[in-house]
């Protein structure tokens, strides 16, 4: 991705000062400083005519936009067996497995954002464990017990499933606004918005539309007497733990994304 590193990098291989390349791009010395400071994002049109003015070899670019957009294709493919294969994995194996699996898989993402120096991806890690540990430290510890002995059992699942909820609505903000709060906790440059900040948010999506269900079948079995109507009480295990699955299924294409990104980049630099 082109930053203002970049191209000031060009500017000044090319010999052009900031005043030139403003009458350039017919524009004021600030917008052209600005935009190498990065404080501001240079519009694509302004981005190919300062290609043009330093001289910039198309060629090798129009391979690097075929090789992301190759990647890109790979990486939904990639994202629908990791799913299928996940989803499988949650099925066969149960809930306590899958639930293992999950929180391995969240620490071995952020421990991989680490030791890669990615906030992106570290970031989204982080946000997924303190959902999961939030959500641990109220059940675990007592804090609501999931006991229904000598307990209003729709006024307590309620209260359970309100609180998910809560948690649940609560991670879709958090994962929409995510970029935002980096830029916040830190000054990296490499903070942005990736292709996967625009799925994972869709998760807790679904699992709020669950403890909705959940609660409205509380009140139609216990409250309206349609004991019948059963399907996420019999389910509701097996359904989070779907939403687990393709949590897992996401992070484990985002390494391996990252890290062809990563490959690619230090590919095109030699």
Known sequence: MINGDDLRAMRLKAGISQETMSKKLECDRKTVINYELGVSDIPSKKLFRWFQCCQLDFSALLRQIKEVRNQTYNNKSKLIDFISLVLLISLVLGPKVTAEIYMAIIAITAFYGAIKKDPNVLHIALILLFVNLVDYIIFAFGIIDLSTAGKNRVLHGSL??????????????????RVQLSRILSHSKKIE??????????????????????????????????????????????????????SCALLLTMIISTEQKSNLQESGSH
């Not at 349609?226 to 733990?241: D, K, R, W």
């Open 193 to 246: 918005l990736t292709y996967f900040d625009g799925l994972f948010h869709w998760i807790f999506i679904y699992l709020s539309m669950i403890y909705i269900l959940a609660i409205i079948e509380l009140f139609a079995r216990h409250t309206f007497g349609l004991h019948s109507i059963t399907i996420i009480h019999y389910n509701f295990t097996s359904l989070v733990y779907i939403g687990w699955a393709m």
């Open 160 to 177: 359970i499933y309100g609180v998910q909820l809560i948690i649940s609505v609560t991670s879709v903000i958090i994962l929409i606004f």
